[in-house]
C-alpha cells in the first residue's frame, strides 16, 4: 500500500467512481482509502474530515457535469444556453444517479451552513455563465428589467427554477424557456 497519494485530484477521481456507482452515502473515509491505494492516514492528510471529503467531492461532481459548458458559443442567446445547461445537467444523471435529489440529505444538520456555502460556490460558475450570456444577449429588451427586477434577481429565479425542473425530474424545462422569451424578447 502507498504511503502518499499523488494529488488531491486522483482522491477526487475516487470519489467521483465511488459516488457514480453507489451513489455519495457509500463514500467514506475508507473506501477511498482503498480506491487510491493508501493508508487511511495518508487520506487524513489531504481531507482532514469526511464532512470536508464530501465537500470537496460534491464540488468535483458538478465541475464534472458543468466540464461540456466551457465551450459556450457566444452567439447563443440566453435562452439556448439555459436549455443547453438543463440538458448538460439532465444527461449527467446517468453518470451520478440520484445526485441531485439526495446530497443536500447526506449533510448533518450541523453541516447545513456548510453544504449551503459548498453548493452556492459550486453554482458561481452557472450564475455567472448565465449572467454573461444575458449581457450579450442582443435580443433582450431593454425595459427588461428595472430596479425592483435586475439581471441577477433574474438569472438567480431561472437558476433555481432549472435545479428545480432537475430535481423533480421534468424531462424538458419548456415552460421555463417559453417563460425567459416571455420576459426577456418582448
Not at 470519489?15 to 482509502?33: D, F, Q, S, Y
Not at 470537496?56 to 465551450?71: F, G, H, N, T
Request: glycine share 4%.
Amino acid at each position: 500500500m502507498n504511503n502518499e497519494v499523488t494529488s488531491t485530484e486522483a482522491i477526487l477521481a475516487v470519489c467521483r467512481k465511488i459516488i457514480a456507482k453507489e451513489g455519495l452515502p457509500a463514500l467514506n473515509m475508507r473506501t477511498v482509502a482503498e480506491g487510491c491505494g493508501v493508508a487511511l492516514g495518508s487520506l487524513y492528510h489531504y481531507y482532514p474530515s469526511k464532512k470536508v471529503l464530501v465537500s470537496a467531492s460534491v464540488e468535483s461532481v458538478w465541475q464534472d457535469i458543468m466540464r461540456p459548458l466551457k465551450d459556450w458559443d457566444i452567439r447563443d442567446s440566453f435562452v439556448d444556453r439555459t436549455e443547453r445547461i438543463f440538458t448538460c445537467i439532465q444527461n449527467s444523471a446517468s453518470s451520478y444517479p440520484h445526485f441531485f435529489t439526495g446530497h443536500a440529505v447526506d449533510f448533518g444538520e450541523s453541516d447545513k451552513p456548510d453544504a449551503r456555502r459548498m453548493m452556492f460556490r459550486s453554482q458561481q460558475q452557472l450564475r455567472h455563465a448565465l449572467l454573461e450570456s444575458l449581457k450579450s444577449d442582443q435580443r433582450v429588451s431593454n425595459q427588461a428589467f428595472n430596479e425592483a427586477f435586475s439581471p441577477e434577481s433574474f438569472i438567480d429565479l431561472v437558476l433555481t427554477s432549472l435545479l428545480a425542473l432537475l430535481s423533480q425530474g421534468y424531462d424538458n424545462c419548456d415552460a421555463l424557456l417559453e417563460m425567459i422569451r416571455r420576459t426577456l424578447y418582448f
